[in-house]
């Protein structure tokens, strides 16, 4: 009687609508339907943000204390695990490869066979990062000084147009009054790179005498061969005039 009595005055409960339930959210979960049980416990099917669905405890989800299909907790572990977060940098790839040539892992005869070193600041990329900030979309590290070791007062980002004019093997000559490599003075005397350097071995004394080679001329300087060659003549009086039928 006493049993009968409790049943009277306290009922039991209804079973939990879930259809009632869906569309609500726990954390990255949403509760999309019913789930399977889970052992003898009810399970409701949610639907993650990261695209995944999963079966979980449906007290569980209401009280929060699953918030994910698991990779919210992968999220939290790579989080923690995280230095910098700019692996997958430009930066980040050009301080790997200046790590790796100043210590001797590739091309060691050009970089750690002649002394050159990264200062122990530029050991930690972070510190790199802070000098010299993300490398510019087509530009690369450059030494300033070919002979010096990679430090913030001799680096800089460059195009592969100014490295080359930075190399050790670059051959500089006087042109017009200017210091300039042999390339960019034979370009601007309008003549082909290869004509100078075969004038320089044949010992001529001046290697940019003005060519016939109207072809030449045009390819190197993007200018009229006639008006170009009447302007070079001005400024070498004592060669003779060339013919240009």
């Not at 004509?195 to 009229?224: M, Y």
């Amino acid at each position: 009687m006493k049993i009968l009595s409790f049943l009277n005055t306290h009922p039991m409960p209804k079973p939990l609508n879930i259809q009632a339930l869906v569309g609500t959210r726990s954390g990255k979960l949403t509760l999309v339907g019913q789930g399977n049980h889970i052992g003898k416990h009810r399970a409701v099917l949610c639907s993650c943000d990261c695209g995944k669905t999963t079966h979980i405890y449906l007290m569980h989800f209401r009280r929060g204390n699953t918030r994910s299909c698991g990779c919210l907790q992968k999220e939290v572990v790579a989080e923690k695990n995280r230095t910098h977060g700019k692996t997958k940098t430009r930066a980040y790839k050009r301080w790997s490869w200046m790590i790796s040539r100043a210590t001797g892992k590739t091309d060691r005869k050009l970089y750690f066979d002649r002394g050159i070193r990264v200062c122990e600041r530029w050991l930690s990329f972070e510190n790199f990062y802070d000098d010299m900030g993300e490398c510019p979309e087509g530009l690369s590290l450059d030494r300033i000084n070919n002979n010096g070791n990679y430090e913030p007062i001799n680096c800089r980002w460059a195009s592969n147009h100014v490295q080359s004019r930075n190399r050790r093997n670059n051959v500089w000559v006087e042109f017009q009054g200017k210091s300039m490599c042999l390339t960019d003075a034979a370009r601007a005397a309008g003549l082909s790179p290869g004509c100078v350097i075969q004038r320089r071995i044949a010992g001529i004394k001046d290697l940019f005498a003005p060519s016939k080679n109207r072809t030449h001329i045009e390819k190197w300087t993007g200018k009229d061969p006639i008006a170009f060659l009447k302007e070079r003549m001005k400024q070498l009086p004592d060669l003779d005039d060339p013919t240009f039928e």
